[in-house]
C-alpha cells in the first residue's frame, strides 16, 4: 500500500482494492497459493497481493486465505465470503462485519 511519505496510512485516502458497497466491504486481492508462509506480500497491480502456505488443490488454499483474513481482521469467518475467483488467483472477497474499510486497511497493513 502506498502512502504519501509523512502522511497516516489510516487517514490516507483507500486504496483501490478496497470498496464499500451495500452492507459489505469488498477485497481485490491476487493470491499465491504454495508460498512458503502466508502472509500479505503488497501491491499487485490495483490488488492486495496475499501469499498463501496452502497448495491450490481441493479448495485449500481459498479456505486458508479466508482463515487467514479471519485472524488479521478478528471477526468470524462466516463474516467473509468468496464473492469471486474460486478457480482464479484474482479474487474478491466480501466482509460483512462492523468493520469501516479504514478499519481494515489498518488490520491488513500491520504486523
Known sequence: ME???GS??????????????GDAVFLALHVQPGARR?????????????AVGSPPADGRANAALLEFLARRLNVAKSALE?????????KRV???????PSQIVAALHDG
Open 3 to 5: 502512502v504519501p511519505k
Open 8 to 21: 497516516d496510512f489510516r487517514t490516507a485516502q483507500l486504496p483501490v482494492w478496497i470498496e464499500a458497497r
Open 38 to 50: 502466508t502472509a500479505v506480500i503488497g501491491m499487485h497491480g490495483n490488488r492486495l497481493k496475499i
Open 82 to 90: 468468496l464473492a469471486s475467483g474460486a478457480g482464479s488467483r484474482e
Open 94 to 100: 466480501a466482509v460483512r462485519a462492523s468493520l469501516s
